[in-house]
């Protein structure tokens, strides 16, 4: 054994994801750390706490993580039964981390800054798959590892408003009026939505899971309005497949908010292409710029950017990455999750080697190592995990030995359930209600377009990004 072989496994990210990865390394007898920059495992996940998920438990626990807890007399939940994000935090990823096997390896507060190797930039070769990485935390303190799994997520890194992916004109300065994805419209957040007029701008869960919840909030608060501002043409994509969704509580997501907007309680507009946000007064207009160079302005009290997220590698500056140019993945990670091709469940499983990078022995796992692509689902980074654990303990059958088992239509980690009431879709779920959820599939599965749309722009083409799948 070398001196870098005793060295742990830095794992960045004590999310879904990065406790699997631990979990396996555990199993593998393989030394390992967890960095999380939050104060509690499944931070991220926390921050949607009010949100319902809608795949089962039974696709929500790795394999190796489930063996670990059950050891430990873990009560594991109803497998068919769809928790909230608070609840798969609380549920699961708090008594996973909680383990003897797991607990003394976990830093939290410890937010990543860099990796390099020892005394190596990114242009030294000679020496560099035996020297350590180095990876430097932002309160100054250093750790180095044999390898490195990243699983630190896209949350912190949403995409722009902006049309052409730059931050629209004003987007910056119009921050006050800007809310991130999956706000808690029924709880924390109401008094900020409750009587306004509010833009939801995206086609994917997260926006899908806010209008339900912002339709809920009309119902009850007088003065509440709802506009959905879509880039494409159609919201076929968003609607989905409804009954025909291998996951029921998926499929009636989308048949729920079509009824919202056929209904007239959500103000849909298709070819909206965010150009510029102007404040005016207590409120901010969002122009629009056509295909043929002319505007519209619409103006609204508070803006939800649901538009998806992108991954950050800056920390990853002076590794040697191999990324595609489109999707920000593995070059050979990039055609098989390329979202002009596939939906969550036509992705093909993967492991170490379409995960691999020049720089050995550092892998960006779970929706990370999507890049810019939205159909990234929590049941494949658990694969994933799997096969880069087995590989750094050498054991390369079992790494490339990748099986998947999923619904015919796919699972998503973006999820959503129901909401208080039971009787719309999405936000807090309340005990004893019955989960819906978002349908996804290739052509999303709806034999005919809406009822009713407000176009601004038909000649516009392409999806908002956000996608079936993603946030």
Same mark, same amino acid.
């Given at each position: 054994?070398?001196?870098?072989?005793?060295?742990?496994?830095?794992?960045?990210?004590?999310?879904?994801?990065?406790?699997?990865?631990?979990?396996?390394?555990?199993?593998?007898?393989?030394?390992?750390?967890?960095?999380?920059?939050?104060?509690?495992?499944?931070?991220? %996940?926390?921050?949607?706490?009010?949100?319902?998920?809608?795949? *089962?438990?039974?696709?929500?626990?790795?394999?190796?993580?489930?063996?670990?807890?059950?050891?430990?007399?873990?009560?594991?939940?109803? *497998?068919?039964?769809?928790?909230?994000?608070?609840?798969?935090?609380?549920?699961?990823?708090?008594?996973?981390?909680?383990?003897?096997?797991?607990?003394?390896?976990?830093?939290?507060?410890?937010?990543?800054?860099?990796?390099?190797?020892?005394?190596?930039?990114?242009?030294?070769?000679?020496?560099?798959?035996?020297?350590?990485?180095?990876?430097?935390?932002?309160?100054?303190?250093?750790?180095?590892?044999?390898? %490195?799994?990243?699983?630190?997520?896209?949350?912190?890194?949403?995409?722009?408003?902006?049309?052409?992916?730059?931050?629209?004109?004003?987007?910056?300065?119009?921050?006050?009026?800007?809310?991130?994805?999956?706000?808690?419209? &029924?709880?924390?957040?109401?008094?900020?939505?409750?009587?306004?007029?509010?833009?939801? %701008?995206?086609?994917?869960?997260?926006?899908?899971?806010?209008?339900?919840?912002?339709?809920?909030?009309?119902? =009850?608060?007088?003065?509440?309005?709802?506009?959905?501002?879509?880039?494409?043409?159609? *919201?076929?994509?968003?609607?989905?497949?409804?009954?025909?969704?291998?996951?029921?509580?998926?499929?009636? &997501?989308?048949?729920?908010?079509?009824?919202?907007?056929?209904?007239?309680?959500?103000?849909?507009?298709?070819?909206?292409?965010?150009?510029?946000?102007?404040?005016?007064?207590?409120?901010?207009?969002?122009?629009?710029?056509? =295909?043929?160079?002319?505007?519209?302005?619409?103006?609204?009290?508070?803006?939800?950017?649901?538009?998806?997220?992108?991954?950050?590698?800056?920390?990853?500056?002076?590794?040697?990455?191999?990324?595609?140019?489109?999707?920000?993945?593995?070059?050979?990670?990039?055609?098989?999750?390329?979202?002009?091709?596939?939906?969550?469940?036509?992705?093909?499983?993967?492991?170490?080697?379409?995960?691999?990078?020049?720089?050995?022995?550092?892998?960006?796992?779970?929706?990370?190592?999507?890049?810019?692509?939205?159909?990234?689902?929590?049941?494949?980074?658990?694969?994933? %995990?799997?096969?880069?654990?087995?590989?750094?303990?050498?054991?390369?059958?079992?790494?490339?030995?990748?099986?998947?088992?999923? *619904?015919?239509?796919?699972?998503?980690?973006?999820?959503?359930?129901?909401?208080?009431?039971?009787?719309?879709?999405?936000?807090?779920?309340?005990?004893?209600?019955?989960?819906?959820?978002?349908?996804?599939?290739?052509?999303?599965?709806?034999?005919?377009?809406?009822?009713?749309?407000?176009?601004?722009?038909?000649?516009?083409?392409?999806?908002?990004?956000?996608?079936?799948?993603?946030?």
């Amino acid at each position: 054994m070398s001196a870098l072989d005793e060295l742990p496994v830095v794992v960045i990210g004590a999310g879904p994801v990065g406790l699997a990865a631990a979990a396996h390394l555990y199993e593998r007898g393989l030394p390992f750390t967890v960095l999380e920059a939050g104060d509690t495992p499944g931070a991220a %996940v926390r921050q949607w706490g009010h949100v319902g998920v809608f795949s *089962p438990w039974r696709y929500d626990v790795d394999a190796a993580a489930r063996r670990l807890l059950d050891e430990a007399g873990w009560v594991a939940p109803d *497998p068919g039964a769809l928790p909230t994000g608070a609840e798969l935090a609380a549920g699961y990823l708090q008594p996973l981390a909680a383990l003897p096997q797991l607990k003394p390896h976990v830093r939290y507060g410890a937010r990543v800054e860099a990796i390099s190797r020892l005394g190596l930039d990114r242009l030294r070769t000679a020496g560099r798959d035996a020297t350590p990485f180095l990876i430097r935390l932002a309160d100054g303190d250093e750790l180095l590892a044999r390898a %490195v799994i990243d699983a630190s997520g896209t949350w912190g890194t949403p995409n722009v408003l902006g049309a052409s992916g730059l931050p629209a004109r004003g987007e910056r300065a119009a921050a006050a009026y800007l809310e991130h994805a999956l706000p808690d419209v &029924l709880g924390a957040d109401r008094d900020r939505f409750a009587g306004r007029h509010t833009l939801v %701008v995206g086609a994917g869960h997260s926006a899908a899971n806010t209008l339900l919840s912002l339709a809920e909030l009309a119902a =009850a608060a007088s003065g509440t309005e709802v506009t959905w501002a879509i880039r494409s043409a159609s *919201p076929t994509r968003t609607y989905g497949g409804g009954h025909a969704d291998a996951l029921p509580a998926r499929g009636a &997501l989308g048949s729920r908010l079509r009824e919202h907007v056929d209904d007239g309680r959500i103000r849909l507009l298709t070819g909206f292409s965010v150009y510029a946000l102007t404040p005016a007064g207590d409120r901010v207009a969002v122009v629009v710029r056509h =295909a043929d160079g002319s505007e519209e302005a619409v103006t609204v009290d508070r803006i939800v950017a649901a538009t998806g997220f992108r991954p950050d590698h800056s920390i990853a500056a002076e590794l040697r990455l191999d990324l595609d140019p489109v999707m920000g993945a593995t070059r050979a990670l990039a055609p098989l999750i390329d979202p002009n091709e596939h939906s969550c469940g036509t992705v093909p499983s993967h492991g170490v080697d379409q995960l691999a990078h020049p720089e050995p022995g550092y892998y960006a796992v779970g929706m990370k190592s999507y890049g810019r692509a939205p159909t990234f689902l929590m049941a494949t980074g658990y694969e994933q %995990v799997r096969s880069v654990a087995a590989a750094l303990a050498g054991d390369w059958d079992a790494a490339r030995d990748v099986q998947l088992d999923l *619904p015919e239509t796919g699972v998503c980690n973006s999820k959503l359930a129901d909401s208080a009431t039971g009787d719309s879709c999405c936000g807090p779920a309340a005990a004893g209600s019955v989960g819906k959820g978002l349908a996804v599939g290739s052509s999303g599965g709806l034999l005919s377009p809406p009822l009713s749309l407000v176009t601004l722009d038909a000649t516009s083409v392409g999806g908002q990004t956000g996608g079936c799948c993603g946030s």
